[in-house]
C-alpha cells in the first residue's frame, strides 16, 4: 500500500452568507429564526510543491454548542469563528504530515487552549471540524479520488493516536470495508412549535411558497419514513404533543420509525424514565412507543455524565449528542449504559470514523448493539449538505436527520447561477421549484449517487465565492 501523502496547509480563507428560515425551528430553549452560514477554502501542498484546494461550509447556529442564556447570537456566532481561527492557526503551525497527523497533532492543544479562552468542547470541535474537511477535500481533488475511495484506502492516514482505546484494532482493515450507499432515508425533524396538522396554520399566516408548511403536509409532500421528535421535559405537554404527532404517522405511514430527541431538556435519567414509561403505557401511543428506536441526548451535558443511565437504557437505547465534546465522550459514555453516539459533520470526520470504528470494536467484543446516528444541524443546501450526507452514507447509516431544506427554502441564500450549478452537476438530489434549488426526497428517499462519486468531499460544485462576505474567522 502507497504511503499517505504527507501535506501542509498553506492558504486559508473564510466567506459568511446570512441565513433566514421561512419557519422558525424550536428546540431544547431556543427557537431559530436565522443564522450565517460559513465556507472555508484552502489550499495544501505535497513535498513535490502539487497544491490542490478544498473546501468545507457548516452553518453556525446560535444555542446548540453553547446553552448559556448570557450570550447573545452573535456571541455564539463569535465563539464559533474564534475556534476555527483557533484551529487554522494551528493546523498551519504543524508544518508536515498526512491529513489526519496534522490532526492529531493539533487536537489536544487546540482544545487546551480553546478551555483556556471558555470555549467549550463543541465549540472547539466546530472550528477543527470545519478546518479538518476542507483540508480533506483537498487531499482528495490532489489525489483525484472520491471521499470514500480515500477513506478505504486510508490516504489520510487514519490511526489511534487519539483514540488510545482502539490500540491493536486495524483501523485500516476496518476502513477498507466501508461502503457508502446511494440513497439514504430522510428522517423528518418535527420541532417543539411545528404545526402538526393544517388547520394549526392560521390562514393569514401561510406562506405559500410551495413548499410543505406544516408536519401533516410533509408526510403528503416527501413521503417520509422515518421521523425525529422533539420533546421538551414537560412530560404532560410532551405526551399531548406526542398524541397529535402518532395520530397523524398512525393514519397515514404503514410503516415508520422514530427517534426522540430530549436536546438537553431533562436534568435526570429519572425525568427521562418517567416519560418514556408514560409513552409506553397510553394507549394512543401504541405503535409510536413500538417504532421509537433511540432517545438522543435527553440529559444536559451538565449531569449526563454523573451516573449511570443503565435503568433508562432498559427502556429504549439512548445515545449523546451534546454531551460529544471530545474524542473520548463515547467511552464516557459507554461506562455509564449508553449505547449510541450521533455523527455531525460539525463535530468532526474523523470523530465520526473513530467512533464507527468502535462501534464495531464493541459490538464484536460484548454482543451489545453499540449504534451511531446521523443527526442535523439545520445543514444547508449545497456544499454542507453535500459533505454530511457523505459522511453519513460511508459510515453506514440508513437514514439521516435532515431538517435544513423544512425550515430553509432550499438555497435561497445564494445567487442563482450557483443553485443551478448545483442542480445541474448534482441533479438527483436536487429539484428545482419556485425559482430554487431544494432538496430532493422521493419515497422519503434521499439520492446521493452524485455525491457518492464526486472527486473530493461530495461536491462537483464550488459555492460562488465572490458572493459571500468575507469573514474574520481566519
Request: hydrophobic content about 45%; charged content about 25%.
Amino acid at each position: 500500500m502507497t504511503e499517505p501523502l504527507k501535506i501542509r496547509l498553506v492558504e486559508a480563507e473564510a466567506f459568511e452568507r446570512p441565513v433566514k428560515l421561512r419557519l422558525p425551528f424550536r428546540f431544547g430553549a431556543a427557537t431559530l429564526r436565522e443564522a450565517r452560514q460559513i465556507f472555508l477554502r484552502v489550499r495544501i501542498e505535497d513535498a513535490l510543491g502539487r497544491s490542490a484546494q478544498g473546501m468545507a461550509a457548516e452553518l453556525m447556529v446560535p444555542k446548540w454548542f453553547d446553552k448559556s442564556p448570557d450570550l447573545s447570537n452573535g456571541d455564539n456566532e463569535n465563539q464559533l469563528r474564534r475556534s476555527l481561527v483557533l484551529a487554522l492557526d494551528a493546523l498551519r503551525s504543524a508544518g508536515t504530515g498526512t491529513a489526519f497527523g496534522l490532526h492529531a497533532a493539533v487536537e489536544a492543544s487546540h482544545h487546551a487552549r480553546a478551555a483556556a479562552e471558555k470555549l467549550n468542547g463543541l465549540v472547539a470541535s466546530f472550528g477543527l471540524a470545519v478546518a479538518n474537511r476542507a483540508v480533506l477535500d483537498a487531499l482528495c481533488r490532489l489525489e483525484g479520488q472520491t471521499v470514500a475511495q480515500a477513506i478505504r484506502a486510508n490516504r489520510p492516514g487514519i490511526d489511534a493516536s487519539t483514540a488510545h482505546d482502539l490500540s491493536g484494532f486495524d483501523l485500516s482493515g476496518f476502513l477498507s470495508t466501508l461502503e457508502p450507499a446511494t440513497r439514504l432515508a430522510a428522517r423528518h425533524t418535527v420541532g417543539l412549535v411545528d404545526a402538526i396538522v393544517p388547520s394549526d396554520i392560521p390562514a393569514s399566516e401561510r406562506l405559500n411558497d410551495g413548499l410543505p408548511e406544516g408536519f401533516e403536509e410533509a408526510i403528503d409532500a416527501y413521503g417520509l419514513t422515518f421521523f425525529k421528535v422533539k420533546v421538551s421535559g414537560a412530560p404532560e405537554a410532551d405526551i399531548d404533543r406526542l398524541c397529535r404527532v402518532a395520530a397523524v404517522i398512525d393514519a397515514k405511514v404503514p410503516t415508520y420509525s422514530v427517534t426522540l430527541d430530549g436536546n438537553e431538556q431533562f436534568s435526570s435519567a429519572e425525568a427521562v424514565a418517567d416519560l418514556l414509561a408514560r409513552v409506553r403505557d397510553e394507549p394512543r401511543l401504541a405503535r409510536f412507543a413500538a417504532s421509537i428506536l433511540f432517545v438522543e441526548q435527553p440529559i444536559a451535558r451538565a449531569y449526563a455524565f454523573e451516573k449511570p443511565v443503565t435503568a433508562l437504557a432498559g427502556f429504549k437505547p439512548v445515545e449523546i449528542d451534546e454531551s460529544d465534546a471530545d474524542i473520548d465522550a463515547f467511552v464516557t459514555a459507554r461506562g455509564l449504559g449508553y449505547t449510541g453516539i450521533s455523527s455531525k459533520s460539525c463535530k468532526g470526520f474523523y470523530r465520526s470514523l473513530l467512533n464507527r470504528a468502535r462501534v464495531a470494536k464493541w459490538s464484536a467484543e460484548e454482543g451489545i448493539p453499540y449504534f451511531m446516528s446521523a443527526e442535523d444541524l439545520t445543514t444547508q443546501g449545497g456544499l454542507a449538505v453535500q459533505q454530511d450526507l457523505a459522511l453519513a452514507s460511508l459510515i453506514g447509516m440508513t437514514h439521516i436527520e435532515r431538517n435544513g431544506h423544512h425550515y430553509v427554502d432550499g438555497m435561497a441564500g445564494a445567487p442563482e447561477e450557483e443553485q443551478a450549478a448545483f442542480a445541474r452537476s448534482h441533479s438527483d438530489l436536487y429539484r428545482v421549484s419556485n425559482g430554487r434549488t431544494r432538496l430532493r426526497i422521493d419515497g422519503g428517499q434521499l439520492a446521493i449517487g452524485s455525491v457518492i462519486d464526486a472527486v473530493g468531499l461530495g461536491s462537483l460544485v464550488e459555492p460562488d465565492w465572490n458572493a459571500m462576505e468575507a469573514s474574520s474567522a481566519v
